[in-house]
C-alpha cells in the first residue's frame, strides 16, 4: 500500500465519519431541547464543514480550500458570538419569570453610564 492509497482510503474515513457527525448535529439541531443546545449544535455544524472542506481539500491537492476553512470558522465564530448574546438579552419569552441568575446577566450584558460610575465613586468615599 502506496502513501497516496493510504491518504485515499484515509479521506474517505473521514469523509464516512464526518457524514455521521453531520447527521447527528443535525438531529440535534432539529430537536433541541433547548436554544442553547441548538446554538451549540449549529456551532458543530460549522466544525464538521470544516472538516469536509478540509478533507476534500486534502482530497483534491486544491490549497484555496484551506483559506475557505479558516474563514468559514472564522464567520462561525462570530455567528456563535452573535446567538449567546440574542441567549442572553432577548433570548427568553415574555411567560419566563425572572430567574435566579437575572442580576448576573444584566450587569454581564448592561454596561454602567457615567451616572452610575459617579455612584459607585460617591460610595467608596463614605
Known amino acids: 500500500m502506496g502513501a497516496a492509497e493510504f491518504l485515499d482510503w484515509s479521506v474517505q474515513i473521514?469523509?464516512?465519519i464526518l457524514s455521521l457527525a453531520f447527521l447527528g448535529t443535525v438531529f440535534k439541531v432539529i430537536r433541541?431541547?433547548?436554544l442553547p443546545d441548538r446554538i451549540l449544535a449549529l456551532d458543530m455544524l460549522v466544525a464538521t464543514a470544516i472538516g469536509f472542506i478540509a478533507a476534500?481539500?486534502?482530497?483534491?491537492?486544491f490549497t484555496l480550500y484551506v483559506d475557505i476553512a479558516i474563514t468559514l470558522g472564522l464567520v462561525g465564530f462570530l455567528a456563535t458570538v452573535a446567538f449567546a448574546r440574542f441567549v442572553l438579552t432577548r433570548g427568553r419569552s415574555e411567560n419566563d419569570g425572572p430567574s435566579e441568575d437575572d442580576d448576573m446577566t444584566q450587569d454581564a450584558v448592561i454596561m454602567p453610564d457615567a451616572a452610575q460610575f459617579s455612584e459607585i465613586?460617591?460610595?467608596k468615599k463614605k
Open 14 to 16: 473521514a469523509l464516512v
Open 56 to 61: 476534500i481539500g486534502i482530497k483534491t491537492g
Open 32 to 34: 433541541g431541547p433547548t
Open 121 to 123: 465613586g460617591e460610595a
